[in-house]
């Protein structure tokens, strides 16, 4: 079995299922989210395959409806999680010595299962665990994560196929090994497939992984440790470790085991890390590798010649699918002041039609926001908005989180550019718009690449094409992901590799084989088949 070079082709992206009245998709998801609704799980901590728990929970609750709990998780404490370092290092050894094309046969099963028999399964947890409507955990919790799973083997199948070349009678090759020591994974609340591939990358390339989620997201970062499970994840390869980000974060990152962190969240949080692994660098195996994905004031800026239909559908899917609250969303554009009266008025138009409520009503675009300290920090952006002066609130504004956490789609404009409202990341659904000058397009593209300390995200929207170069040009470094008439949202796996700079991370790229690379370490290794036995060179002989 072992005697021949194993490859994976490129895979084909998965598809989307519609969930249209009358579909299977449709008949399968209705009856799995009132199984999932009226279940309350006992979630545990996983270290070394076995079920942990630890008598100190917290609840998982709907975002639309918080007074109904799906569970409660355990949390980690000092035990757990020198507990899962020790699972960690254990399985370490017999994991790394795995041929590749097992490992990555767990992920490739994994993908198997997510698109068949687990994908109710696991878009009714997005949906239930963390308000996604069915549109957004489709292309989330469904098709991308099948994505990762499945690029990402090929990915590493071409890792281990880079080998340099060799000398006469000598032979060099170049072995990929994973990390010393552990990666710690911590993962955001608003992706069910960042949460998956987050552990999963590193691990394929046979590192050993803890895995913390987000707090807000235990519910559905369960379903896809299950999954793993389910797959043959064998025991301590990925460890799950919900709990308190101080408590397992400060014991974790000064671990001289630590081998990298593999990061989605907050541009301040990462900071924190990044400082804290810069004060103990001293103190650690090897230099960590740190990998981050962090916040994004991502911008949408229209040309005169833009076709306002589109640009305003791609405001609107771009500022409010899924409540804004993705790295990715649309939060601050630019108009030209002569395409501004029909903009506002299609945009007006369009907002007051979005529908907004409980996801498991699939009429609905829209839902909550994730919980109540988002709730009050987003409709704090929005009484500033409608007290400060030279800001306007064009339509929306209002907020009720009596049941669920529910903040209308939002539209702003702003008579200054530097407004807070343009400058600060919100995560949630607000769009501030500035009118500028259609003679001053030039001025206004380097007025978006300076505003703004991130860079993860942007787009133009034009039909002139000498435009369309110079927003390319004027805006090389604003966006790790740019886009021509498109919403700056929707990063597809292997097709958009995911990622920016500056304030927003390490563009590292999530969906290519650029993220994989840093979770190994490369030996080189060069054998001389026939060595020589006399020291002496050949000028060395007489005058």
Partial sequence: MDEALFTLSMPENEPMHSYAPGTPERDALKPRLAELASERLDIPLIIAGREVRTGRTAPCVMPHDHGHQLGEYHLAGPEEIAAAVEAAEEAKMQWSCLPWPERVSIFLRAAELLAGPWRASLNAAAMLGIGKSIFQAEIDAACELIDFFRFNGHFVDRIYSEQPASALGVWDRLEWRPLEGFVFAVSPFNFVSIAGNLPSAPALMGNTVIWKPASSAVYPAYWVMRLFLEAGLPPGVINFLPGSGREVGARLL???????VHFTGSTETFRGMWRTIGERIADYRSYPRIVGETGGKDF???????????????????AFEYSGQKCSAASRAYIPDSLWPEVREKLVTGVGTVRMGDPRDLRNFTGAVIDEAAFDKIMGYIEHAREAEGLEIITGGHGDKARGYYIEPTVVRADDPHARLMEE?????VLTIYVYPE????ETLELCDRTSPYALTGSIFARDRYAILLAHRTLRYAAGNFYVNDKPTGAVVGLQPFGGARASGTNDKS????????????????????PPTDFRYPHMEGE
């Fill in 254 to 260: 000064g671990h001289p085991q630590l081998g990298g």
């Fill in 425 to 429: 990341e919100i995560f949630g659904p």
């Fill in 511 to 530: 969906g290519s084989m650029l993220n994989l690379l840093r979770w190994v370490t490369p030996r080189t290794i060069k054998e001389t088949f026939v």
């Fill in 300 to 318: 949408v800026v229209a040309h005169v010649s833009a076709d306002v239909d589109a640009l305003v559908c791609a405001l609107i899917r771009g």
């Fill in 439 to 442: 003679k001053e397009f030039v």
